[in-house]
């Protein structure tokens, strides 16, 4: 069974077919509309969305099919301390497809290796958003025509904005890419990103905290909101909440074709002046998140009539513990611990990624 948890689950080969989907559904929409006739979606959100949730459920309307859909926490068994894995597999029995987001790192892999069915990761704590990068993705192609040598900025909360750590090791397989991560120090991009997937694949990439001095080598800027759900502390939050505001004076040593991207909800970080400049791509963005959406679950449900089960890398090491506190395995306790080591002899934790010692 093929589940999407990370990004990298799909090949470069399957995000152009998607991509190729995507654009062929936004040119013929009649040609899909009883694609998934009979199939059930269900969302599983336990944490808040519009975007996402909404985007698959027009998703699956748009090709026919129908919708289950859990819209908070509050509202479900895991009010009543139910498991992920048990939610999984009772989801299992009613419906052909999941979309789950969920406050902990690694909450979908947990899913997925309990479902019967796929299922796609619409968010699992701070790690990883693998659909909003297929979002992004199709913005790019359709603006820039393609990936490769673009100079790519990363703006805001790279510490804890999972769509930034999947659209790096989506973005990190093109040829000619560059990365300027602009961020506070204190909410830089995660250790096991920068080591794990830019290093690893001789990206080359700076890390700034001043976007203006970044502007005029950008091909992309990609804004992001400081996610204050995740910061331990509200004064920290409160500190770092307007390290960046854009606003059309700081676009001035911009390039002409930059193409401006933000997987929204925007807070503060980009003034509504910047909306009506050409560059401005977050609501389109919005619109072919659906359609990269339609073309992953048809793409899913094609791959389930072929059989197969989603299984976690990694071995059991005894008495070790993932030290990520917002790691599945933390609140999941019949989750195995597992292991994976990397090439260069790193020991990860195989739900969160967390470097162990
Ligand atoms: C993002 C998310 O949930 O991670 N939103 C989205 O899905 N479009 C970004 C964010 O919440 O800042």
């Known amino acids: 069974m093929k589940s999407v948890i990370d990004v990298v689950d799909l090949t470069v080969g399957e995000i152009d077919e998607l991509i190729k989907i995507a654009c062929d559904i936004i040119e013929n929409p009649e040609k899909y509309q009883d ?38 926490a509050q509202s ?11 939610t999984a597999k009772t989801v299992s029995q009613y419906a052909d497809i999941i979309a789950m987001r969920h406050p902990k790192d690694g909450a979908a892999l947990a899913a997925s290796t309990n ?10 704590g701070g790690h990883c958003h693998p659909t909003q990068t297929l979002a992004d993705l199709l913005t790019v192609y ?28 989506a973005l990190s397989r093109y040829a000619g890419i560059k990365f300027v991560l602009i961020s506070p ?7 096991y990103v920068t080591e794990g997937i830019i290093k690893k694949n001789n990206i080359p990439f700076t890390e700034t905290e001043f976007l ?11 804004m992001t909101r400081i996610q204050r759900e995740r910061f331990d502390s509200e004064e920290e939050y409160m500190r770092l909440k307007d390290s960046y505001i854009l606003t059309p004076d700081k676009l001035s040593g911009a390039k002409p074709d930059l193409s401006i991207l933000h997987p929204l909800p925007r807070v503060n970080e980009i003034s509504v002046d910047i909306d009506k400049d050409p560059r401005a791509c977050y609501f389109k963005q919005v619109r072919y998140g659906k359609y990269m959406r339609m073309a992953l679950i048809l793409k899913l449900i094609d791959e389930a009539e072929k059989d197969g089960k989603t299984t976690v ?8 513990v993932c030290k990520n506190a917002r790691c599945v395995t933390n609140c999941e306790r019949e989750l195995e611990k597992l292991f ?18």
Do not use: Q
């Open 142 to 169: 359709r603006e820039k025509g393609g990936f490769e040598n673009l100079c790519v900025g990363i703006c805001g909360d790279l510490k804890y904005g999972r769509t930034v750590h999947s659209l790096i090791a």
């Open 76 to 86: 479900s068994s895991a009010a009543k301390g139910e498991s992920i894995a048990d």
């Open 313 to 320: 890398r990694g071995t059991h090491i005894e008495n070790a």
């Open 115 to 124: 479902a019967s069915i796929p299922v796609i990761n619409a968010g699992d």
């Open 185 to 191: 120090k204190e909410l830089s991009v995660p250790e």
């Open 340 to 357: 994976y080591h990397t090439e260069n002899g790193e020991c990860r934790c195989s739900w969160c990624d967390t470097k162990i010692d």
């Open 35 to 72: 694609a998934m006739k009979h199939k059930k979606l269900a969302t599983l959100f336990f944490e808040p969305s519009t975007r996402t949730r909404l985007s698959f459920e027009a998703a699956m309307y748009e090709l026919g099919g129908s919708v289950l859909s859990v819209s908070s």
């Open 212 to 222: 203006e001095e970044a502007m005029p080598k950008l091909d992309i800027l990609y």
